[in-house]
């Protein structure tokens, strides 16, 4: 069941949305700026790292029907907690170690510098 105080959380959140324009970037609202804003930096590191290894991902079979191969994010998640954000790879991952050393290296320069 649904009550009054949250149905007026959720109104409050889109209304801080749509007036503060960051329908891109939730993480702002939900963690402040410099943590959203370290947040986005290191997804676009992460694309940036897919695009530089495109043909490793690329002869790879997709994890999921609506790729077309391989994707980077099938395989690490972040959690992020009061204590601060963590990086970890899928236990199944089997990334070039060369791969996964560029993503820590990229999570320690934006989390851990």
């Known amino acids: 069941m649904i009550t009054n105080d949250y149905a007026i ?3 409050y959140i889109c209304q801080r949305i749509n007036t503060e324009n960051k329908m891109k970037n939730l993480n702002t609202i939900f963690y402040g700026p410099e943590a959203g804003s370290k ?3 290191f997804k676009n590191g992460m ?3 897919e695009k530089r290894h495109f043909e490793f991902f690329k002869s790879r079979m997709p994890k999921f029907h609506r790729d077309k ?3 980077l994010h099938n395989h690490y998640g972040t959690i ?5 954000i963590s990086l970890y790879f899928n ?5 070039d ?3 996964v050393e560029e993503c820590r290296i ?3 320069n934006i989390f851990n510098p």
Do not use: P, Y
């Not at 992020?80 to 601060?84: F, H, I």
């Open 9 to 11: 959380n959720i109104i």
């Open 39 to 41: 947040i986005e930096l």
């Open 47 to 49: 694309d940036l790292i």
């Open 69 to 71: 191969h391989d994707r």
């Open 80 to 84: 992020v907690n009061s204590s601060g």
């Open 91 to 95: 236990v199944d991952s089997d990334l």
């Open 97 to 99: 170690r060369n791969i």
């Open 106 to 108: 990229l999570f320690m």
